[in-house]
């Protein structure tokens, strides 16, 4: 249903705020998820920005600090792009290899890099990897 041209953009309203659901969830495709008290204007925010490629995880999600959950980091605004670049940096490609990949010059591929080290608040590769793999945005074969 997620592949191909023309593929629906997914929006998923749940009573459910696990993150490893949500996480499980944006690897398949989705591309939006809100809680049952999500506003309609919230709704709408989700349903457009879903239809333009970019993910959006309510900021409803994740309890505030102290009640035992952990709160989702704001992956709700990496793109696509970013994504395969993330999957593509952990499978250890170069900007050099990812740039011919995509028909992108290296430097658009840094700038992708570097949009996702600043929205997922990391400042080294490392670190950028640990956040990916604690967040389910890519997994290790088996």
Do not use: C, W
């Amino acid at each position: 249903l997620l592949a191909g041209p023309g593929a629906p953009a997914i929006v998923i309203l749940s009573m459910y705020d696990h993150i490893y659901l949500i996480n499980q969830l944006l690897a398949l495709g989705v591309k939006g998820y809100l809680p049952k008290a999500a506003t309609p204007d919230e709704l709408v925010l989700a349903v457009t920005m879903a239809s333009q490629g970019i993910i959006y995880v309510s900021p409803l999600i994740g309890g505030p600090a102290g009640d035992g959950r952990e709160a989702l980091p704001p992956i709700s605004s990496l793109t696509d792009r970013e994504l395969q670049v993330l999957s593509l940096i952990f499978q250890g490609a170069t900007n050099v290899m990812m740039a011919e990949q995509f028909g992108l010059s290296p430097r658009t591929i840094e700038k992708h890099r570097a949009s996702l080290m600043e929205k997922l608040d990391v400042t080294d590769l490392a670190s950028l990897i640990r956040v990916a793999l604690h967040l389910g945005l890519v997994e290790m074969e088996r």
